[in-house]
């Protein structure tokens, strides 16, 4: 289990952010990071810069509207007083939404049991919200992405939807839920799962929306995942439209 000195006071946040002017969560060297920024914000408050360690990892140009983060830190602090300095020193497009104190042993990727994610996609020109979907003209069947849809959910190896990493030690994933929704003028497709490849959503998302156009020689979802092969996986949908919405720390419920 992951453990940190009795001494040190754990804090977990709740977070949102606008993801189009970041070079993703990670803290990385001479880019704008969301992780990065916090840490800095993070220092007038207890004079030094704790490690601020996030549920997961969202490449550049993703947004977070349930972002989970924790870090750790020898000062005591008021979570209210949390929230405040840290919302008065974050640039706009940070939000800390709740700031609580947690268990010592609180780890916000590790004791993650789900993450969801919403894609947007919108098939009319707009100049409001256009930062947060994806514009395609085309008149979707959405009856036949939502048949896409349900081949994901359950057990799988997602090799043919994932960049590789350094440090992927392997692809498997549970998805509890995989489904497409109407909202308005936008159809959204909504999906939660254990854990999230890198570019997952974005291959599934543009690879469904590549079948259901017929520009793919595949009919289905399965046969790509069979063909563990990202050359075989189809569109990567723009980050853009891409958003985490929520990390669960309880089992998904049961239907």
């Known amino acids: 289990m ?4 009795s001494e040190i006071n754990k804090y977990k946040l709740l977070i949102e952010f606008d993801g189009t002017d970041f070079f993703g969560w990670q803290l990385q060297n001479d880019v704008r990071s969301v992780q990065g920024c916090i840490e800095e914000a ?9 490690r601020v360690t996030g549920a997961g990892r969202t490449d550049s140009g993703v947004h977070a509207t349930g972002m989970v983060a924790h870090f750790g830190a020898v000062d005591k602090r008021d979570p209210g007083v949390i929230l405040s300095a840290l919302n008065a020193n974050l640039p706009p497009d940070i939000r800390i939404l709740d700031a609580r104190v947690a268990d010592i042993n609180f780890h916000a990727r590790f004791d993650a049991k789900w993450r969801g994610y919403q894609y947007r996609i919108h098939n009319s020109q707009r100049a409001i919200g256009r930062k947060y979907s994806w514009f395609l003209p085309d008149n979707l069947n959405l009856d036949v992405l939502s048949n896409l849809a349900s081949e994901i959910v359950g057990d799988h190896c997602f090799r043919s939807f994932a960049h590789e990493r350094p440090d992927e030690e392997h692809y498997q994933s549970r998805i509890f839920q995989a489904v497409w929704v109407s909202e308005g003028e936008d159809i959204l497709f909504k999906i939660a799962g254990i854990r999230f490849l890198h570019g997952m959503v974005r291959l599934l998302v543009g690879t469904m929306l590549d079948i259901t156009r017929g520009s793919m020689d595949f009919s289905t979802i399965q046969e790509i995942i069979e063909r563990q092969d990202i050359r075989f996986s189809g569109t990567k949908a723009p980050a853009h439209g891409l958003t985490l919405t929520a990390v ?5 419920p049961q239907p």
Do not use: T
């Not at 992951?2 to 000195?5: A, F, G, L």
């Not at 993070?42 to 704790?50: A, I, M, N, Q």
């Open 248 to 252: 669960g720390y309880h089992d998904w």
């Open 2 to 5: 992951y453990s940190v000195p």
């Open 42 to 50: 993070l220092v007038p408050l207890f004079g030094e810069k704790p």
